[in-house]
């Protein structure tokens, strides 16, 4: 079987339909990186546009005590109430900086009685490490809160409150009101910016999120070359055996010639110089 009819055969049928799955996968797989991209960017410009916003009251930011959109993500609002400190709660396996802890969730309810969440900040594990050796008291009484709004929490699979303590793994805002009993906000909650009263001491508050959209660009584009190299890998193995195939054929034979006198007009590169070394040596 001499020309390109080799190829009309079900090996390299074969070969044809697994670079094309590979491809379809490859591409699949950068397009899923841009959608990153496009989630990481949409999230910084949503951090530009309301991170440093003014403040204003939550009723008119959230309406409703179950509003939410993401476009609120990050927005400051402002809160006047008192801490419900009995009500507390910690979220396990938070880490921070590297290190194990908690969220501190204290409850503040709002002067229309309403309850808002607010988390004040991250503490460290204790010495008996299920519960942190220290929580910073919330200020007593009336308090002015600037928390920044983010969206409760899905429950997860497998993560489950610890049963009799005031410990949760997930912020769902739902199970949260449950626990209180009381008007609760369950579309967001807030991550406290600033208090007033200021108390002597806090968790650690979450610092702003990094404006960094990630490596998505350079994966995507990598996928789409590895597309195209499966392209080019299946021409090039192609090429090989239609020489192979076509070894007494004059033109194959007059153009491996020609590719002989050219590679040996050309100077030899280093990797062939370092070879030659090595099997002079051999022969030694």
């Given at each position: 079987?001499?020309?390109?009819?080799?190829?009309?055969?079900?090996?390299?049928?074969?070969?044809?339909?697994?670079?094309?799955?590979?491809?379809?996968?490859?591409?699949?797989?950068?397009?899923?990186?841009?959608?990153?991209?496009?989630?990481?960017?949409?999230?910084?410009?949503?951090?530009?546009?309301?991170?440093?916003?003014?403040?204003?009251?939550?009723?008119?930011?959230?309406?409703?005590?179950?509003?939410?959109?993401?476009?609120?993500?990050?927005?400051?609002?402002?809160?006047?109430?008192?801490?419900?400190?009995?009500?507390?709660?910690?979220?396990?396996?938070?880490?921070?900086?590297?290190?194990?802890?908690?969220?501190?969730?204290?409850?503040?309810?709002?002067?229309?009685?309403?309850?808002?969440?607010?988390?004040?900040?991250?503490?460290?594990?204790?010495?008996?490490?299920?519960?942190?050796?220290?929580?910073?008291?919330a200020p007593d009484g009336p308090v002015v809160v600037t928390a920044r709004l983010k969206a409760g929490e899905p429950t997860i699979e497998g993560k489950t409150a610890k049963a009799g303590s005031n410990q949760i793994a997930t912020i769902r805002l739902p199970d949260v009101a449950s626990r209180l009993g009381l008007p609760t906000y369950t579309g967001a909650y807030g991550i406290v910016d600033s208090q007033d009263p200021r108390p002597a001491a806090s968790p650690i508050v979450a610092p702003k999120p990094e404006l960094d959209e990630g490596p998505h660009l350079s994966y995507a584009l990598q996928w789409y070359v590895f597309a195209l190299l499966a392209f080019i890998g299946l021409g090039w193995a192609l090429r090989q055996e239609y020489r192979v195939v076509n070894s007494t054929d004059p033109r194959v034979i007059d153009e491996e010639r020609r590719r002989a006198q050219r590679k040996a007009k050309r100077a030899p590169s280093d990797a062939e110089i370092e070879d030659a070394m090595f099997d002079e040596a051999a022969t030694r």
């Open positions: 079987m001499t020309g390109w009819r080799f190829v009309i055969s079900w090996r390299w049928a074969g070969y044809f339909a697994l670079v094309v799955v590979f491809a379809i996968a490859s591409c699949g797989f950068g397009n899923w990186q841009f959608d990153r991209r496009a989630q990481a960017q949409t999230e910084i410009q949503r951090i530009q546009t309301n991170y440093e916003a003014d403040p204003v009251p939550v009723a008119e930011v959230l309406p409703q005590l179950d509003a939410w959109s993401d476009d609120l993500k990050w927005t400051p609002v402002l809160l006047k109430g008192t801490y419900l400190k009995d009500e507390e709660i910690l979220v396990r396996g938070r880490p921070y900086s590297g290190h194990p802890g908690f969220e501190v969730l204290t409850p503040l309810q709002l002067d229309d009685g309403s309850v808002f969440v607010v988390n004040r900040g991250w503490v460290a594990i204790g010495s008996r490490q299920d519960n942190p050796d220290v929580v910073p008291e």
